[in-house]
């Protein structure tokens, strides 16, 4: 049976045995309670075929004849052969007898494997979308892989976005070894930093802008959306809204911009002997200039549409690849062989077993966040590109540079006075079991070293208080 079938056979067994009533039943399956009557009577007659149409597994009573079927498909391979379905139709009808239509030919012949002899495609309409009316309301960006050297060094690949209303390619544009998350994010932050924030960003749906894989896990399947990747979470924590491009021609401009740079930007290299990757980029900061003198145009609306990046954000952070990781009992944090020591936090407290959020830093450089604070940081460790660390290593949560320290404060004094109590109760208990470690251990020397936790102050008889 099918599974519209099994849902039938379970709603008609939940009214007999009393889990549910017709009217449920019928509501569930989308049927009136009329039908559901008939539904139930027929499973009280035939059991469990009862859910099953009655037309299933008959052949229809217009169903071409298997003897009609087989002419069609001789006369095809023999006396029409390389025939186009419409005139081998029109030849049927005329000459042989068979009076079919034309998409009854074409499945006849298209289930005996005999394809068309032509492959024809409607030329579709199409039209060049309007540019947006102001700058900053919809950048395009992409990565272009090309022998931007030509045989002088290394394949390239040429990131950068151009702003859909003027035409202008933005600051931000590198050049990398391939197209990455990491060449992503310095675009974003590079934008972000002499522009602004745009309102869209038009993309394709390149592996790390779009999760293309169909592994779902466990939190996943229950929320019923997959975790972005680490160029989706920037964007997310911005409020950035991605466009996904479904075809090349949809994101014309910035494949035309590719075009114009294949021809322009790589006479230009030529031009000034560039051989390396870092050569290429510092050719490339001068040539922006240029690019946009020449080709750039002028908006709609005069007045731009870029929004002001918040005081609260952190851009460096947002612009980074984040992960989850539990701190260890010895206040480290490992990442990929990589191991960050935490400070003791005030009081000084520790943080073994706090999951916190680790962000690798588009310089190479690592931080580690507690509830917002920073706790850690740690020297770059990057050789060479920059890449998302897989496995094990979770996504982080939205980046909380959203939230700003106000925010944070407010949570910290809402705190009941029920929590304080529980915490300071903990941190007693553990001071007294290393308080009995540190006795254990000093039972096997000469003289017996004691550490005794502070005592509360005791109240004196005029009011005050005093230490032990």
Known sequence: MSS??????DAVEGVRVGLMTNAEAALALGLSARQMRRVRAQVGKLGAKGVVHGNCGRAPVHRVAE???????ELRLDKYVDFNDQHFTEKLSEEEGFVLS??????ILRAAGIRSVRQRRAPRHRRRRTRKAQAGMMLLWDGSSHAWLEERGPQLCLMGALDDATGELLEGAHFVAHECSAGYLRVLLEVAHTKGLPWSIYMDHHGSLFRNDEHWSEQERQRGKQEPTQVGRALEALDIEPIAALSPQAKGRIERLWRTLQDRLVSELRLAGARTMEEANAVLKRFIADYNRRFAVAAAVAQPAWRQVGESIDLNRVCSFGYQATVLKDNTVRLHGVVIDIA???QPRSYAHARVEVRQLLDGGWRVYYRDHLIASAASTANGELRALKGRYHWAPPAASARSKANAAKIAASQTNKERAGNASSALASTKKLSGALHRTAGANS???VFRPRSKPRARSDGRKTGS
């Open 447 to 449: 003289e017996s070293v």
């Open 344 to 346: 003791p936090g005030p």
């Open 4 to 9: 519209r079938q099994w849902k039938r056979w």
């Open 67 to 73: 003897q009609v079927r087989a002419g069609v498909v």
């Open 102 to 107: 034309r998409p009854t030919v074409r499945r």
